[in-house]
């Protein structure tokens, strides 16, 4: 009978999950060294037709310096981690939000502050800085 070459099932299963373990062992410790990002909303404003929530939030991740943004949420909904704001600042400061009569949204921003973004525009609403 002529020899065979056939690689045996358990050395290969033995081959392929201890690496994987090993690797996927590697990545769980390495992201929990990774700091996470904590969210503190300071304002929620529910629109006057009750179809979304103003919320000013600052969002601090890491050593990143002080913050406020503002976004447009569904009403009741809680704010997701990736929330995409329409507006932010790069000091932590009191907008003073509000709804007006029009359904407009009108945030004040502070003079000298650094703007990371400004929209005109969030979800069809218009946005008035002050």
Do not use: H
């Amino acid at each position: 009978m002529p020899p065979t070459n056939k690689f045996p099932l358990r050395l290969f299963a033995l081959l392929t999950t201890v690496p994987a373990a090993l690797v996927g062992g590697g990545l769980w410790y390495l992201s929990s060294l990774t700091p996470g990002c904590t969210t503190a909303i300071s304002d929620r404003l529910t629109a006057p037709d009750a179809k979304f929530d103003l919320v000013v939030f600052s969002r601090a991740c890491g050593e990143t310096g002080p913050n406020t943004q503002a976004a447009v949420i569904p009403v009741g909904d809680d704010l997701p981690e990736d929330a995409t704001s329409f507006a932010s600042i790069g000091v932590a400061a009191d907008l003073d939000p509000r709804w007006d009569g029009f359904g407009n949204i009108e945030l004040t921003l502070p003079q000298g502050a650094k703007v990371y973004r400004q929209d005109g525009n969030v979800a069809g609403i218009a946005v008035i800085y002050r």
